[in-house]
């Protein structure tokens, strides 16, 4: 049995997914969420909500799953180890953020197309705003959470630059370019874009409490044709769950944590994506 121990937002919760869906399909052992860390709450960190209904169980009771069998207990620390040891454990209980698609290359095709089954046609009505001979791009501008100061410490902001640099190389490359501009501080956004373009429509999740708008906004990042990501998983997945897109272009910040001497980045894997 795979218990992932799920934490953080939406984007966080597919990383965990994808990993524990890997070992499951590789081991054959059943996979299971444990959403209770997801209950509890905590000053510096932002409260998030389970988001993964329907891509495996969710039991109230994860104890019962645990009762008199041996346990591997794997974290972001041993995690390569999966790939090179035999799965001899009753259960294997995963909790850490896994955050690199290396963890589930090998099932890469069938993860996509689970989730984006899961996702399904949700957020198209986001994509309305542009012509037909028009081309969709996602912008993805990160800041209510991260500006917390634990957050801010650890992640950073992507700055108005980096988005500058970005929309240049974009523009010099689609024609045509709608930008579809998704942002937690539609204000922040409005200082930023309207001079670096000129057809764009700031899609903000302040306007709608709806428990499926992250949910909405991915499947509408994931439809546009191209994406200018954050440093943030959940754009990330935007990108990624699109990527059989014929001459896609994805540009992500090449500097993803405030320290240099963490573990290299989710975008980091993906070589053929521009990082500026």
């Known amino acids: 049995m795979i218990i992932v121990k799920l934490k953080g937002g939406l984007g966080n919760q597919l990383f965990q997914y994808a990993c524990g869906k890997a070992i499951s399909l590789k081991s054959g052992h059943k996979l299971i969420f444990d959403k ?5 709450q905590f000053k510096t960190i932002t409260k998030r909500e389970f988001k993964l209904m329907g891509l495996a169980m969710a039991p109230d009771k994860i104890s019962e799953f645990k009762k008199n069998k041996p346990i591997m207990h794997v974290s972001d620390k041993n995690i390569k180890n999966i790939s090179t040891s035999p ?9 850490g953020y896994f955050q690199s698609p290396d963890y589930f290359n090998e099932w890469e095709i069938y993860i996509r197309d689970e989730i984006n089954q899961f996702i399904g046609k949700k957020g198209e009505n986001m994509l309305s705003a542009h012509k ?3 081309v969709p791009i996602s912008i993805h501008m990160r800041r209510s959470d991260y500006l917390m100061p634990a957050q801010l410490r650890f992640h950073g902001l992507c700055a108005a630059s980096y988005y500058q640099e970005a929309v240049g190389l974009t523009v010099e490359k689609v024609e045509k370019p709608f930008f579809y501009i998704f942002s ?4 922040e956004a409005e200082k930023v874009f309207p001079s670096l373009m000129q057809r764009y429509k700031i899609v903000s999740n302040m306007e709608n409490n709806e428990p499926e708008t992250d949910i909405l ?16 998983s959940f754009s990330w ?3 990624w769950l699109s990527e059989t897109f014929p001459g896609k272009i994805v540009i992500a910040p090449r500097k993803w944590y405030v320290t240099s001497t963490l573990s290299q980045s989710p975008a980091d894997a993906m ?5 500026i």
């Open 184 to 187: 937690d501080s539609p204000d």
């Open 87 to 95: 799965l001899t454990a009753g259960t294997i209980c995963l909790n």
């Open 36 to 40: 209770h860390y997801l209950l509890r």
């Open 237 to 239: 997945w935007g990108a």
């Open 132 to 134: 037909i001979d028009e």
């Open 271 to 275: 070589k053929h994506w521009k990082k």
């Open 217 to 232: 906004e991915l499947g509408a990042m994931r439809d546009c044709k191209h994406q200018i990501i954050a440093n943030s």
